[in-house]
Each structure stands twice: as structure tokens, then as C-alpha cells.
Antibody
């Protein structure tokens, strides 16, 4: 059973960056593909970025390409997502979610991290 | 980009059947997954690959997919089924890769 634990809420000013973490337990990070999905207040789910285990690269939703970076620390089974040049439109709950290599769905989700962007 | 359209809301009485649709161009050729999200909580996978249920999900949840519409069916609806439901596909033909539907609020009357 995969368990994902995310870092705490953040408040940032416009133009700043935020780096969120997602610690995996129950599995090792190398056995999973970690993705990031966000949800603005009162809105739907929006996939942002994730690791494509088929070719070993990172895949991005076009609107976030160039503004988001994902990294992984396999020694601590922790994934990170950094989002730069924040605006108020980035205020959202950010979820990490995992999928097994052969799947195209997310079978485990973290509890989410609220990021508030405000001057 | 690939668009998945869901009705904003569905209302159903307890014990009845709720059907939530997810419309997309030739969605029948894709594997469709469904998530349940209760207020203040993370989404939970309830159906994957059109109609398979993860361990722990009641048999009351089922799915189908054909041509331009996928459907999540909740039989014998309970008060605890009140939530937002999202469909999702993996679209390799676009830069949006993982696409979520617009979401449907299910209200149990």
C-alpha cells in the first residue's frame, strides 16, 4: 500500500517560487511514477507534471513547461516539485499522486498542500 | 487539446442509481478512469480502465465506455456517495497527457 505524505501549507508573494515535497512509504520511489495535480479553489483537477517511466523522462502539461521542475531523492524516497514565477492564479491545493509503471491512472494520492499566493 | 465534458451536477435519491457521463471525441478508444473526491479530501480512484474496481471499492461502482461517452454508474446510492466525481484519460496525442473531466457534483437527496 503506497502512502504519500506532503509538506505543509505555504504562503508566497507574486513572483516567488515554491518547492513542495512528497514522501513515499510502503513502496520505493523507483517503483512508482510520481505526478503532480493541482486544484484551484472551487475548481476541478488539473494535471501538471510527472515522471514518464516508459522513457525515463519528465512530461509536462504545456502551460507549465518552463515554469516547473520536478526532482527525486531516492535515498529518502521523496519527490519534489518547484513552481516558479508565482501569480495569484497559482493559488491552489497541490497533490502528488502515484501510478504504477503499467498504469495510466493514479491509484494513490497525497493529502495535498495548499499554496496561497498573495501580496 | 482533448476535452472531457461532464454534467455539472447529478441528483439522486438514496437507493436509486446515479449515472455520470464523460463525453470525449472517440473516448471509447481510450481507457477511462474515475475518481471520487469528498470536500476537503484528496481524490480516490473508484474505477480504472473503464470498468475495473480497485481493492476496497464497493461493487455498487461500475463503469462502461463506448464511442463518445464513458459512464460511471453508482447503484443503490448511499448518503456517503455524495461527492465530486472526475473522469480521466491518458492522451498521448496532445501536450496535455493526463486529462481530467470537468467534474460532476453528485447530490444525494
Amino acid at each position: 500500500q503506497v502512502h504519500l505524505v506532503q509538506s505543509g501549507a505555504e504562503v508566497k508573494k507574486p513572483g516567488a517560487s515554491v518547492k513542495l515535497s512528497c514522501k513515499v512509504s510502503g513502496y520505493t520511489l523507483i517503483d512508482l511514477s510520481i505526478h503532480w495535480v493541482r486544484q484551484a479553489p472551487g475548481k476541478g483537477l488539473e494535471w501538471m507534471v510527472g515522471f514518464d517511466s516508459e522513457d525515463g523522462g519528465t512530461i509536462y502539461a504545456q502551460k507549465f513547461q518552463g515554469r516547473v521542475t520536478v526532482t527525486e531523492d531516492t535515498s529518502t524516497d521523496t519527490a519534489y516539485m518547484e513552481l516558479r514565477s508565482l501569480t495569484s492564479d497559482d493559488t491552489a491545493v497541490y497533490y502528488c499522486a502515484s501510478r504504477v509503471v503499467t498504469a495510466t491512472y493514479f491509484d494513490s494520492w497525497g493529502p495535498g498542500t495548499l499554496v496561497t499566493v498573495s501580496s | 487539446s482533448y476535452v472531457l465534458t461532464q454534467p455539472p451536477s447529478v441528483s439522486v435519491a438514496p437507493g436509486q442509481t446515479a449515472r455520470i457521463t464523460c463525453g470525449g471525441n472517440n473516448i471509447g478508444s481510450e481507457n477511462v478512469h474515475w475518481y471520487q473526491q469528498k470536500p476537503g479530501q484528496a481524490p480516490v480512484l473508484v474505477v480504472h480502465d473503464d470498468g475495473d474496481r480497485p481493492s476496497g471499492i464497493p461493487e455498487r461502482f461500475s463503469g462502461s465506455n463506448s464511442e463518445n461517452t464513458a459512464t460511471l454508474t453508482i447503484s443503490r446510492v448511499e448518503a456517503g456517495d455524495e461527492a465530486d466525481y472526475y473522469c480521466q484519460v491518458w492522451d498521448s496525442s496532445s501536450h496535455h497527457f493526463y486529462v481530467f473531466g470537468t467534474g460532476t457534483k453528485v447530490t444525494v437527496l
